[in-house]
């Protein structure tokens, strides 16, 4: 199977809404997320990091608690993702590595939501 890689846009092409500013960071933010993670994933990791501006885009591969994840933050994130994806999280998986980054936290949550469908 053939990986589909991401196009690469243009400085000369619009963004994507009228309203959203045509940024690098934009940019970045639609090509990083928009085939990464659903948008509700973004926004709740969002809510438990406070090392983030919120124009930029979450990195997936800078480790969480670089980002302003503490353990109260996690334990609430955790929580939360729960709640929102109708998922539960086997004790053998809340650890460092399931929550190193977004990219690694967002695998669990997709594998978890696999099984419970």
Request: charged content about 25%.
């Amino acid at each position: 199977m053939m990986m589909q890689l991401p196009r690469i846009v243009d400085a000369a092409e619009k963004p994507r809404l009228a309203s959203e500013k045509a940024t690098p960071s934009s940019w970045r933010r639609n090509l990083l997320h928009t085939d990464v993670w659903p948008a509700d994933f973004d926004e709740l990791l969002r809510a438990h990091l406070s090392g983030i501006a919120s124009a930029d885009p979450v990195p997936d591969e800078v480790p969480l608690v670089d980002l302003g994840l503490d353990s109260a933050g996690l334990v609430s994130l955790l929580a939360d993702l729960e709640d929102r994806f109708c998922i539960a999280f086997p004790d053998e998986l809340i650890g460092v590595e399931t929550f190193s980054s977004a990219a690694s936290l967002w695998a669990v949550v997709r594998r978890l939501r696999s099984v419970s469908l």
